[in-house]
């Protein structure tokens, strides 16, 4: 646990891409658990814009870590973070669109 303590920009891109996995994995649970986990990806897989709204809502974990590397004062970690939360925005925004 103590490599979580450290302030550098990979390990926050680390967890930036992996948080929203959680995030979504806690969304599934809450509205979805009458499905199976494959039923519920089927579903996605066919409707995408079902998709884009659910990466959005799962990048809320990411607000969460965000503020905590902030309020630690482990800047570079949070910029990690930042970053994959731009990247996971726009391809939210790319498959709205497209």
């Known amino acids: 646990m103590n490599f979580l303590l450290k ?8 967890l930036g891409f992996s948080t ?3 995030g979504f994995f806690v969304f599934y649970l ?6 199976s986990i ?3 990806i089927d579903v996605l897989m066919l ?26 004062k482990h800047d570079k970690t949070a910029i990690g973070i930042f970053i994959a939360s731009l990247i996971y925005g726009l391809f939210a925004l790319y498959l709205k669109w497209y």
């Not at 302030?7 to 680390?14: E, M, Q, Y």
């Not at 809450?30 to 499905?35: D, V």
């Open 7 to 14: 302030d550098k920009i990979p390990l926050g891109l680390l």
């Open 30 to 35: 809450a509205r979805f658990s009458s499905f």
């Open 38 to 40: 494959k039923e519920f």
């Open 47 to 72: 409707e995408r814009h079902l998709l884009s709204g659910i990466i959005t809502i799962s990048l809320v974990a990411n607000v969460f870590i965000f503020t905590l590397y902030i309020n630690i």
């Open 20 to 22: 929203p996995l959680l």
